[in-house]
């Protein structure tokens, strides 16, 4: 943080001050949430989760020198006693309480901020815009999924005067929460990468998912500038006219086209692209980042890269350099045996993606996909499971094994249209199962939702996969 006093933090929503009298003045280093990093002159944000509640180290951070404590009013009346000789600020919900510090340290900055989300590709999207905006200058960016109401207010309280604009990533998985974030970050540009089907069990249908992305167009200015899909209709009249629209996609009206695109070998894209409002002739770029779905995110880094000023080589060679983040499409080779590790999250469009990634590489084996739940899908989650295992029929895809309760529908719907199938409850049962029968040129994709740990699958397989010393 830079700039921020005692007496700032007194301008948010609190019900009670204990302590404060002679700091006013005093610089605020940072806000802390956790009080095993906090360090001297920090602000300790009491925050309270599902499995730990940080009102239980307040007076932790208060001797390792924090320069006053943020915690709610429910907690103080109950321990009143416990916090005497600390600096107290009382607010109704410390979680509410960091969006309003950020908001107001976001205001102090003129740079661009622009919001992204989506329900598929979000982050790689993200990372990818970072690393070409990063061709012109300094900027900040999400780090991970710091995407909710404690991730973005954290991600915002770490801008700088030498960032030249802030990328940020929103996620959402009820009606709100956009424009929750939205109202924390002031977004002056806004992309939504497309309309999937994530997180049904509360926005119920991709419709409702469009009108809870949608909110991150409807909260820019009358200036701004909202990237959009051109391949997704449920997003065609969401920006209003006012806005300055570039779109990207492989419809013909897009802004940048994607022209061609084949996968390699590898599953890599191959992609040819052009940008007739703002240069001549195709712009051609091979990425080291499996699936096709990649094109779409090179599309919206260009359009975004354009209207910032971006030189276009500079962003070819950044896009092209692009390698992901772990769980998202990364291949590795462990003692012969190609891993597609995909495990980060799914959702039935992810999954459907990962597969056909799957499906177009080129393997000296077999090809096996290791699935896990798709979690979050509500009442529609046996119907989407088993319409997986019926997009397999397209696939040569000839071996899934499953786990978990939901994905028992997919393993069925795959065994009727004549795949090998092992279905799973237990995951070191699968983990043995997979090393017993993994040979030599073989490539296993795996994915799953976060909750599975289909993470733990992969770490597995490279462990007992493993060349022996001397082999």
Known sequence: MTGMRVMDLLAIPHTRVVGFDGIHGRAVRSI?????????????????????????????AHEAGALACIVSEAWIRRNARLAEGARLLVVKDPVTALGDIAHLYRLRFTIPVLGITGSNGKTGTKDLVAAVLKTRGPILRTEGNRNNRIGLPLTLLALRPSHQAAVVELGTNQYGDIATLCGIAMPTHGLITNIGRSHLQRLHSREGIADEKGDLYRALPPNGVAYLNADEPL????????????????????????????????GRPRVRLFAPRFVKGAIEISMRVAGGHVAWMAAAALAVGFSFGCELDAMRRAIASFTGEQGRLQVRTVGGVRIIDDTYNANPDSVIAALETLAAMQTEGRRIAVLGDMLELGAVSRAEHRAVGEALQQLDIPYVFTLGSHARSLSAAAAARGRTTQHFTDTAVLQRALVSIADTGDTILVKGSRGMRMDEVVAALERDLQPADGD
């Open 235 to 266: 997003l065609r009249g969401v920006p209003r006219r006012s806005l300055s629209v570039l779109r990207f996609g492989m419809a013909r009206h897009a802004d940048v086209r994607i022209a061609e695109l084949e996968l390699d070998g590898n």
């Open 32 to 60: 802390s949430t956790d009080s095993r990093t906090l360090s001297k002159g920090d602000v300790f944000l009491a925050i309270r989760g599902e499995h730990f509640d940080g009102h239980e180290y307040v007076l932790r």
